[in-house]
């Protein structure tokens, strides 16, 4: 899949335009670092890898073990939905090729779902 959608060049156009998206949200901005330059390399590291690519992120950074390395931050479905809104924009910029951004999606879906850590506050 990695190939597929264009490789190195595509995920990084993919990542960059994601985290535009990031800073902007105002539900998610605040958690991330004002530099964000770490953050967007270890992210391209990681879909390069989650796409079938070279396993970057693991080599530099070890188990990914992503659920463990968010716990320090609050993220409940709000924070979830709006990291895949921001997801959903990239797509649309950078016009990811339809037939595979469904299955990306639906998988980077899953894992922000499992990202969860904060209980549903009952209103
Ligand atoms: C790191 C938030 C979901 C992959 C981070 C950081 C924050 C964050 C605040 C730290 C940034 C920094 O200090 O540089 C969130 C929120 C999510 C979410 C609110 C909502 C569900 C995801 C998903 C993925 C992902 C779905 C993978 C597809 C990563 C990676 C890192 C990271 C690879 C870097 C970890 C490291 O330090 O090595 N995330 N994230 N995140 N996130 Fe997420």
């Not at 530099?35 to 992210?43: C, F, G, I, L, N």
Request: include cysteine.
């Amino acid at each position: 899949m990695f190939e597929a959608i264009g490789g190195e060049k595509t995920v990084n156009r993919l990542v960059e335009a994601f985290y535009h998206h990031v800073k902007l949200h105002p539900v998610i901005s605040s958690l991330f670092p004002d530099d964000m330059s770490e953050t967007v390399r270890k992210q391209k590291q990681f879909l390069t890898q989650l796409l079938g690519g070279p396993q970057l992120y693991s080599m530099e950074h070890g188990h990914p073990m992503l659920r463990a390395r968010h716990l320090h931050f609050k993220i409940g479905a709000e924070e979830a939905d709006a990291w895949l809104t921001c997801m959903d924009h990239a797509m649309n910029d950078i016009g990811l090729d339809p037939e595979y951004r469904k299955i990306i999606f639906e998988r980077l879906s899953k894992t922000a779902h499992h990202m969860i850590n904060q209980p549903a506050i009952n209103h």
